[in-house]
């Protein structure tokens, strides 16, 4: 089950495992788009807002933080 918005993305996850350029390009957008969703400025769309949170629970599993 994927919950949006996820818990804290600018909690230090994205920051020490990838960069927003690489996010964005993973996921088809661009940096400035990664940016919002991590301010809260904006939502990523549908099919990319699974594949971020997925993303984002990939990513705090293997840092060691979860929600």
Known sequence: MFHWPPASPQGGILK????Q???AQALGT?????SGWE???TEPRPPQRAVYA?????LGSRT???R
């Open 64 to 66: 060691g933080c979860s």
């Open 54 to 58: 997925r993303l984002l629970e990939k």
């Open 39 to 41: 301010a809260g400025r």
């Open 30 to 34: 661009r940096r400035e788009a990664v």
């Open 21 to 23: 350029a690489q996010i």
């Open 16 to 19: 020490r495992s990838v960069s």
